[in-house]
């Protein structure tokens, strides 16, 4: 079972005017799937603990929309 987490993070409005249009195109995506899918693979992009694999994990079931 997947537990997740609530947070709170103030992005500039210019990108979250973008973040809406996509929501808006795209019905199969949600806030809390985006935001999944971006930090996950700045963890990814940016070094994590070595031999985890939860950023790995994550981001990919958030591309392929699978549930945990």
Known sequence: MQ?????LAEIPEDLHESLK????????????RVYAAALS????QN??????RTP???YLDTLFNCAG
């Open 21 to 32: 249009g996509f929501l808006e195109t795209h019905s199969a995506w949600d806030q809390d």
């Open 3 to 7: 537990v997740s987490v609530s947070i």
């Open 41 to 44: 693979l700045f963890l990814l």
């Open 47 to 52: 070094g994590h603990k070595e031999g985890d």
């Open 56 to 58: 790995s994990r994550i």
